[in-house]
């Protein structure tokens, strides 16, 4: 069962046609990987999911219901969150602070506190970091809170944009655990990420993306095998 299709997408920057008519499916517990060079499109789709920039036309469904015109507030109260490209967590805030952010759709104090308990049994490192200001974390730290701070709103759906840049090779493996755990407790995944070799390795269906069309789909351990894809993303 499909926990998000997109059927038909085209999206515009002015005149320039950055999405062409790209149709994909992520089913419900699956990680879906979106990959391709920069400028390919593939933030651009995940900003028009969560409502962030508007389609030209198209259809997008969260559980068989059209998404299109609701609001990205409202589409986290139906189950979305989105980590996005750059971690953008409060800088000025505490790591506590920052998570309780997370869950401001979520009513229920008692919910919250269990919900933070296990982003803390997750990170223990931002336990012992919680009244730290958000800036002063390394980016991996930082990774960590944006990936908890979505966890705190309760998701069915997890849209994850370029989770490693810019960590160590350290934090990149780290933070590869962590996608593979929440994926394990039934969080569907739509991964878009440049380290595609990473990407190809846990996910279960992989889109391949240039300048706005899919190219190529399919088992990402096929195509992993795949001479253009071994040569034009996997450096080999």
């Known amino acids: 069962m499909s926990i998000l299709k997109v059927e038909n997408l085209n999206v515009y920057y002015g005149v320039i046609h950055a999405i062409k008519g790209i149709s994909f499916n992520v089913e419900k517990g699956d990680i879906v990987a979106l990959i391709g060079a920069n400028g390919a499109g593939k933030t651009t789709i995940l900003q028009t999911i969560t409502g962030l920039i508007p389609m030209r036309s198209g259809k997008i469904f969260f559980e ?33 602070k920052n998570l309780q952010m997370g869950a401001y759709t979520r009513n229920s104090k008692t919910e919250v506190e269990e919900t933070l308990k296990h982003v803390f049994s997750k990170f223990p490192r931002l336990e012992e970091r919680k009244e730290q200001l958000a800036g002063t974390l390394s980016g991996g730290e930082q990774q960590m809170l944006a990936i908890g701070r979505a966890l705190m709103s309760h998701p069915k759906l997890i849209l994850m944009d370029e ?16 996608i593979e755990e929440i994926n394990k407790e039934g969080i569907s995944i739509l991964l878009v990420e440049q380290n595609a070799k990473k990407a190809l390795n846990i996910a279960n269906v992989a889109y391949v993306l240039e300048t706005g069309k899919i190219v190529k789909t399919g088992d990402p351990k096929v195509l992993m095998n795949d001479p253009i894809i071994k040569s034009s993303y996997l450096g080999e």
């Open 163 to 178: 989770p490693s840049m810019g960590l160590s090779p350290i934090y990149v493996n780290k933070i590869f655990e962590i």
């Open 64 to 96: 068989d219901e059209n998404i299109n015109k609701i609001l990205g507030y409202k589409l986290v109260k139906k189950g979305i969150a989105h980590v996005p490209e750059g971690r953008r967590v409060f800088a000025n805030l505490s790591v506590i």
